[in-house]
């Protein structure tokens, strides 16, 4: 009896599938409907590179490319994406040689303990897709849903204009 | 920046190498504490009071163990028995120091809101957050005091009834003849300052896993912690828990900035419900809980009086710190303050001096270490009083500076310690022509004599800072419960590679690459051929951690001299393999030459591996440890120059430059250094402008969440002009100081004199941080009315 009005009430809760491709692959999902899609991500697909620092939507550490654009993971329900293309920070190197932007992060110590960073990588790529030659200042602004409390930003705008072609 | 491969051999310290942390933060594939789950594995949550100060009349679970996926719920009086200890206090100053029994969950009395009430272990993450709502507690509210001084006063609310006070201690530190030199004074200034209370927010929130192992009792804990080393001794003191059955590891850490250089209820917790259940227990914080549950920083009233000569010559400090601890004593709530202690005559030459700190209890969350611990306060405090002078003496505050400035090395100061080494004067000329100092006056004058709603105002603040924490004969005479040694241990594998096992834990420093550094150059080895472990008690047993910009001057020389002991190991057996005397032997870069032949250490750890032509007697294998004590603290000084431009309408401040140059000493890796000195400065300019932990009458966090507390992106920073100057400290053979805290320990206090600095025309010198619109906009009112 337990056992069934167990499932009863599972049943009651799942919505039936949902289809996400992450990375390049097509993963057919049964979701809850309160499941946020950074935990679909992280739980149900093991891709735990896209971090949470927040329960506010404050500090970006979750960003991931929805059909090509940055959004905050944890804003959006697993079920709102049925349908789209996510990319994660893992899917961002192609056989295995890094993303420009991972490299321009590398190179210009753009990351100290690493836990903001793919957040500002996948944010910054999405930048640099719509504005390829941003200003300083055009950088700072994309940026600002994005929190980092070990570099003081300077060497991530650093990595975002190395990136982009500009001598730094 | 330079790849190891243009990089020769044994010239690697000092040079930009890229980091070897990187590859796997860049790709997703480092592994917090919330990306490991283990088999079995349940789900703690806690329950919080939501009243600062409460009699708990009833807990009752029954609601919660209904809930779908419900294994265990708990009140504290349920655990309370599990407790061998209080949660640890390393720290009590003074032999009277009011320590509470500070359990993981509170029994009878909650005592800030936050504070653990009930626990709830549950399948998955989402069925113990909901079931921990349905835990049914009667609370009868009691009084409440938020504000030190008031929590002070008689009559008021007392936090812990049981010491009739809401004094912790009060802690003195007196030389010379302090009253004498008031009463003699040409010149005296009394100002007064509000340190805020801040809260860290490091980007990764706490977490913990337990995973047990009932058949032998023991227990491993993955936890996001500075400090590993230091949470197994304490938690086996606590839980019972046998040490040697306690293994704790700090996987990748994100960020910790003193909040995570703490032993928290929630470690304890998962510890002894693994234990009692049997089962892998995993819990992680959320933000807004963590705002209430981790500690916070600052929270200090500073009274500061300087005694001058009519030149500006200072002669006696006289500084007074109310703080507010909390609630409770965390592991250095108690001594936090006290690591300013010393500091309060800043980089000046100063006859007499006398520090006094009282320690008060409110019914808010502990406050504990934040990055520069004390060091920030004391800075603060001392520079602003140095232009509050100046400017009673209608002098240049560079003058006034440089007319008091530490000149001679080693210099004992007026707190009785002593500094290593420095050129005050260096650093500041640097900083003034990084700056263009005239350049910018003349502008700030320019806009004075046309009065330009936007006015300019230059902030100096020419610290001194001590850190490497510490030699542990001094931390035994302040009563801090610890020694302030490191360990480092170096293993030449068969094969030629290097594995350094080291005992400070990082969470964004850079050790790997640094002590890689340091190891390659001193075993003439490639940069890329050794590895550096750490935070695990199981591979690196030795250990004090990380904090106090400690890790590179005293776990970077541990390093440094067991590398040296491996190289005396390998000079015997290259002596005896060649045939020659020991002291024959050259040594460069990895390689014995002698009598005509030569052997590298990559052969000598073979033929120590092989041990099949030792010297008599010689134990096989390359591999040496060393525990370093240091001798002294270490002294970092620098010259940082905040210029801001005021609205003199709106209240608006805007950082326009920011000028650092820091004497950290020598430098392994400059690269790394910059990146400290950024972070640090952002953090110092975001409390000197925006940050502020507001508590309301009834001790609720106004400021719950990151929505309403201000953490500064990068469109509220600006870039900033870094340069370096370098007086090598001649107590350690890295000639290294600590920059892990420097750019926090100087910054407050330039960005709020230039903010001052602005203000003066207008009559406004009394004004606290943050320097918000709305503060300086209410300053400007007040002085033209
Ligand atoms: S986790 Fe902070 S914005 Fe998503
Ligand atoms: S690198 Fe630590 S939060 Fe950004």
């Known amino acids: 009896m337990l056992a069934l009005s167990f499932s009863l009430c599972r049943k009651e809760l799942a919505v039936g599938q949902v289809s996400i491709t992450v990375n390049g692959a097509e993963h057919i999902l049964e979701l809850e409907p309160r499941e946020l899609l950074v935990y679909v991500l992280r739980e149900r697909l093991g891709l735990t590179g896209t971090n949470v620092g927040c329960d506010t939507s404050s500090c970006g550490a979750c960003t991931v490319l929805l059909d090509g654009e940055s959004v905050k993971s944890c804003t959006l329900l697993g079920v709102q994406v049925d349908g789209h293309e996510i990319t994660t920070i893992e899917g961002l190197a192609t056989n295995g040689t890094m993303h420009p932007v991972q490299e321009a992060f590398h190179e210009q110590h753009g990351l100290q303990c690493g836990y903001c960073t793919p957040g500002f990588i996948m944010a910054a790529v999405s930048l640099l897709d719509e504005t390829p030659n941003p200003s300083e200042e055009e950088i700072r602004h994309a940026l600002e849903g994005n929190l980092c409390r070990c570099t003081g930003y300077q060497n991530i705008v650093r990595a975002v204009q190395a990136a982009a072609g500009v001598e730094v | 920046m330079a790849t190891i491969t243009e990089l020769e051999v044994g010239r690697v310290v000092g040079a930009p190498l890229d980091r070897k942390e990187d590859a796997a933060l860049l790709t997703g594939q480092a592994k917090f504490v919330d990306d490991m789950s283990l088999p079995g594995m349940v789900w703690m949550a806690v329950v919080r009071s939501p009243y600062a100060h409460a009699r708990i009349a009833m807990v009752n679970v029954d609601g919660a163990l209904a809930h779908r996926g419900v294994i265990a719920a708990f009140s504290g009086d349920e655990l309370a028995d599990e407790w061998q200890a209080s949660l640890p206090c390393a720290w009590l100053p003074t032999e009277d120091t009011a320590q509470p029994n500070h359990r993981p969950l509170a029994v009878d009395e909650a005592r800030y809101v936050g504070d653990g009430v009930a626990v709830v272990i549950a399948e998955s993450r989402s069925e113990a957050r909901d079931a921990a709502e349905l835990v049914q507690i009667d609370y009868d509210p009691l009084p409440t005091v938020i504000d030190a001084e008031k929590a002070l006063e008689d009559g008021s609310p007392l936090v812990h009834e049981e010491f009739g006070t809401n004094r912790c201690y009060t802690w003195n530190l007196a030389t010379g003849e302090v009253d004498e030199e008031f009463a003699k004074a040409d010149v005296t200034v009394k100002e007064r300052y509000r340190q805020q209370r801040l809260i860290p927010n490091a980007i990764e929130p706490r977490g913990v896993i337990v995973q047990p192992f009932p058949a032998t009792g023991e227990l491993t804990m993955w936890s996001s912690t500075q400090v590993p ?89 006289r500084a007074k710190l109310t703080v507010n601890f909390g609630a409770y004593l965390q592991l250095v709530t108690a001594g936090t303050p006290l690591l300013g202690a010393w500091l309060y005559s800043g980089a000046y030459d100063v006859a007499a001096y006398d520090f006094e700190c009282t320690g008060v209890f409110t019914n808010t969350t502990p406050t504990d270490a934040y990055r520069g611990a004390g060091r920030p306060e004391a800075t603060y405090a001392i520079e602003r009083a140095v232009d509050a002078l100046a400017r009673k003496l209608g002098k240049d505050p560079l003058e006034i500076r440089r007319l008091n400035f530490l000149r001679e090395f080693p210099a004992t100061i007026a707190s009785g310690l002593t500094v290593d080494s420095g050129d005050y004067d260096a650093h500041l000329d640097a900083a003034l022509e990084i700056l263009d100092h005239d350049d910018i006056r003349r502008q700030q004058s320019e806009r004075r004599e046309r009065g330009d709603t936007k006015q300019v105002g230059i902030g100096f603040s020419t610290y001194l800072e001590m850190c490497g924490l510490a030699p542990s004969r001094v931390l035994g005479a302040i009563r801090y419960g610890a020694g302030g040694w490191d360990a480092a241990t170096i293993r030449f594998l068969p094969t030629g590679t290097v594995q350094v096992l080291i005992g400070t834990s990082p969470h964004g420093q850079s050790h790997v690459t640094t002590f890689s550094q340091i190891v390659a150059e001193r075993l003439g080895i490639p940069y890329d051929d050794v590895e550096v472990l750490h935070g695990d008690t199981a591979v690196a047993p030795l250990g004090m951690d990380t904090y106090g910009s400690r890790s590179l001057t005293v776990g970077g020389v541990a390093a440094y001299h067991a590398a040296e002991r491996i190289i005396d190991k390998a000079r015997k057996i290259a002596a005896h393999q060649l045939e020659v005397g020991e002291d024959e032997l050259e040594y460069e870069n990895g390689t014995f030459s002698g009598n005509g032949n030569s052997l590298t250490t990559k052969e000598l750890a073979l033929q120590a591996w092989t041990a099949h032509n030792l010297p008599d007697g010689m134990e096989p294998g390359l591999e040496a440890s060393f525990v370093y004590d240091p001798p002294n603290f270490s002294w970092p000084s620098g010259t940082h120059i905040a210029v801001v431009e005021v609205d003199t309408e709106t209240g608006d401040v805007d950082l326009i430059r920011y000028v650092a140059v820091d004497d950290v000493g020598s430098v392994i890796n400059p690269r790394v250094v910059e990146g400290q000195i950024h972070g ?106």
């Open chain 2, 229 to 317: 080393h230091i949470a197994r001794v304490t938690l086996s003191m606590v839980t019972g828990v046998p040490e040697a059955k306690l293994r704790v590891v700090a996987p990748a850490v994100g960020g910790g900035f003193g909040s995570k250089l703490n032993v928290y209820a929630e470690e304890a917790l998962a510890l002894v419900l693994a234990r009692r259940l049997g089962r892998p227990i995993k819990w992680i914080e959320q933000r807004s809980e963590g705002y209430q549950s981790t500690t916070h920083g600052r929270d200090q009233i500073q009274e500061i009086e300087l005694a001058a000569t009519s030149e500006g010559k200072i002669r006696a400090v």
């Open chain 2, 680 to 785: 640090g400065v952002a953090q110092g300019i975001a409390q000197a402008l925006w940050e502020e932990a507001v508590y309301d009458e009834d001790g609720n966090l106004v400021t719950g969440s990151m929505m309403n507390y201000m953490v500064p992106s990068a469109a509220e920073l600006p870039s900033y002009e870094l340069g370096r100057t370098e007086t090598p400290s001649p107590t350690n053979p890295l000639g290294v100081k600590g920059v892990g805290e420097t750019g926090t320990i100087a910054s407050t206090a330039a960005v709020m004199n230039a903010v001052v600095d602005a203000l003066v025309p207008f009559g406004v010198t009394d004004l606290d941080m943050p320097a918000t619109p709305e503060r300086v906009w209410r300053a400007l009112e007040e002085a033209r009315t």
